[in-house]
């Protein structure tokens, strides 16, 4: 059973940081995309960032450019989101999922309709 597993997420000040981390079980992640998503409440579902197959390619939304960084580890089945200076902002449930990837050169999309195994979420707050 293909599963992906969200942690990292928690309570934080303004200005710290957090790392993502979401493990795959069931399948190996190195012919998938992968996408994180984040979901505050009241908002639609949006698109963070991706990183294609090989970690050669990323994307970032504009709102978190310069500040996240998506990082890839295929020998451990997991990716990463990296959150520096973060903001009020960036509170939400942040979700990520995988999408086949069949040409491993190919730009990654952060289009939530293209990815079709998703995790659980999980949950940060920024707060002082």
């Known amino acids: 059973q293909l599963q992906l597993v969200e942690s990292g997420g928690g309570l934080v000040q303004p200005g710290g940081s957090l790392r993502l981390s979401c493990a795959a079980s069931?399948?190996?992640?190195?012919?998938?995309?992968i996408g994180w998503f984040r979901q505050a409440p009241g908002k639609e579902r949006e698109g963070v960032s991706c990183i294609s197959r090989g970690g050669g390619r990323t994307k970032y939304a504009d709102s978190v450019k310069g500040r996240f960084t998506i990082s890839r580890d295929n020998a451990k089945n997991t990716v990463y989101l990296q959150m520096n200076n973060l903001k009020a902002e960036d509170t939400a449930v942040y979700y990520c999922?995988?999408?086949?990837?069949?040409?491993?050169?190919?730009?990654?999309?952060?289009?939530?309709?293209?990815?079709?195994?998703w995790g659980q979420g999980t949950q940060v707050i920024v707060s002082s």
């Open positions: 999922a995988a999408r086949l990837q069949y040409i491993p050169q190919a730009m990654c999309v952060i289009s939530r309709s293209e990815y079709t195994n």
């Open positions: 069931g399948f190996t992640l190195d012919i998938y995309a």
